[in-house]
């Protein structure tokens, strides 16, 4: 290799070994002053220090060899390292602020504390007259259109839901046996468009859940039908033909 038009010996750091002779008569032997240059590192070490003989040369550029090599082994790694820590530095702060704790909002002055509660509302599903009346007659009512009449109009007639532990208050002739009319509880005879006079109030709890028929009481004549008439107003329920067995009677009542 040619440096400034001299020509030596050519040192590689892999492999230390002379270079071929260059054969004389070419144009770079003859601008060659025929001086043989070594290495830098040879050189400073044959100035300073009377240079090496053939088997140190050759372990001192091995070993120098070894060093670039590594050298820039470890700038790649050093590199690569600095890369995988400072993505792993990103993926842990992602990570911190995926798994910081949510912190509930300060209740403002004067809200209203929420409740540790559930509220179960019944089941409610407002129904067509046509609707009300082919579930009475599914649940063998006679006279049906006079049963449908006993709703107000006016008023929702609701498919409601019956679970376990509701209660069911009835007015019961004396010496008679339960009806189909239910009611809730401290509603008056009148309000359901009945005579009070010969009934007695018995109080039933659901142990199996049903369906009933729950509407506002109608006005209804008197004379009709013995024991039956009056305002109307308040709430009454229609029973399924299984009810009796899906109840247990509250003792006293």
Excluded at 126 to 144: D, T
Aim: glycine letters at 14%.
């Amino acid at each position: 290799m040619a440096d400034n038009g001299t020509v030596g010996r050519v040192h590689t750091m892999m492999c230390p070994k002379h270079a071929p002779e260059i054969p004389p008569g070419t144009p770079e032997m003859r601008a060659w002053d025929g001086v043989q240059s070594g290495s830098p590192a040879e050189e400073y070490l044959k100035s300073a220090r009377g240079g090496l003989d053939p088997v140190r040369a050759d372990s001192f550029h091995y070993q120098q060899a070894l060093s670039l090599q590594d050298g820039i082994i470890n700038e790649i790694i050093g590199a690569g390292l600095g890369h995988v820590l400072k993505l792993g530095a990103k993926l842990l702060g992602a990570a911190k602020g995926i798994a910081k704790p949510v912190v509930a909002p300060k209740p403002t002055a004067g809200a209203t504390k929420p409740v540790n509660s559930v509220v179960v509302a019944k089941l409610r599903q407002k129904i067509s007259p046509e609707e009300h009346r082919a579930w009475l007659e599914k649940n063998g009512y006679r006279n049906v259109d006079d049963h449908v009449k006993s709703a107000n109009s006016a008023k929702p007639v609701e498919l409601v839901q019956f679970n376990k532990g509701d209660e069911i208050s009835m007015y019961v002739r004396d010496g008679g046996t339960p009806g189909s009319y239910g009611t809730s509880s401290g509603t008056s005879p009148s309000s359901l468009a009945i005579d009070g006079t010969g009934r007695h109030l018995e109080v039933y709890v659901v142990d199996t859940p049903f369906k009933a028929i729950q509407s506002t009481a109608g006005p209804f004549p008197t004379g009709v039908y013995p024991g039956v008439g009056g305002p109307g107003g308040g709430v009454q329920y229609q029973l399924p033909s299984v009810w009796q067995h899906s109840v247990s009677k509250v003792p006293g009542s």
